[in-house]
């Protein structure tokens, strides 16, 4: 019963540095989205993609870029870290628009 | 003025109280309503889900949604212990590309 799975769980990275964030959903959805949570911001959304072989910016996708890989994989990229960046990224999975979102457990980013 | 507002708390109550939070909207074309329950180092999950106006209840919980005033609240009656949690509003348009979350709320209940 795995739902949505996210690695890695912890992450540190120096300014300018790479990385690509994992997400693999087991529910057999079509709509992924990878979102950001900041201390009195609340969670707000980086890309989402509708089905496989789409991908849309969404609130704050300055920074990154996102893979869909297959239908239940979808992957968050930063270029070049910046401080900016350090937060909580959640991938979240929805079979049909307005169904509610399923979220993974998070990764936690620190960009020193 | 942010789209979603949402009181940060954070909030405390003993165990039995009823709890009362709340969130209000500006933009009056929101059509779906939801609150998730976020425990410390988890993803949010799904707690109540509402469409429009009205109230829905489920155990302990019931959701009021007011378009009118443009004002959601969740009630917890009985609160536990185990409901020590942040609480997020979200609330969307036609699909959830367009989810808008509050900062969430976060609730302490005591023993």
């Known amino acids: 019963n795995a739902g949505v799975t996210q690695t890695p769980k912890f992450q540190v990275l120096k300014t300018g540095q790479s990385m690509t964030l994992q997400c693999a959903q087991d529910m057999n959805h079509n709509s992924m989205y990878w979102y950001r949570q900041d201390p009195g911001m609340g969670l707000r959304l980086i890309y989402y993609?509708?089905?496989?072989?789409?991908?849309d910016k969404g609130e704050v996708p300055n920074g990154y870029n996102v893979s869909r890989l297959n239908k239940r994989e979808f992957s968050l990229r930063l270029e070049s870290a910046a401080p900016s960046q350090t937060s909580v990224y959640f991938c979240?999975?929805?079979?049909?628009?307005?169904?509610?979102?399923?979220f993974g457990n998070g990764t936690r980013l620190t960009v020193t | 003025q942010k789209e979603v507002e949402q009181d940060p708390g954070p909030l405390s109550v003993p165990e039995g109280a009823i709890v009362s939070l709340n969130c209000t909207y500006s933009n009056s074309a929101f059509q779906y309503f939801m609150w998730y329950r976020q425990y410390s180092r988890k993803g949010p999950e799904l707690l109540m889900y509402t469409y429009s106006s009205g109230n829905k209840e489920d155990g302990r919980f019931t959701a009021q949604v007011d378009k009118s005033s443009k004002y959601i609240s969740l009630f917890i009656r009985d609160s536990q212990p185990s409901d020590s949690a942040t609480y997020l509003c979200a609330m969307t348009l036609y699909n959830n590309n367009d989810m808008r979350f509050g900062a969430g709320t976060r609730l302490t209940v005591k023993p």
């Open positions: 979240a999975s929805t079979g049909t628009d307005n169904s509610p979102l399923h």
């Open positions: 993609s509708a089905s496989e072989g789409t991908t």
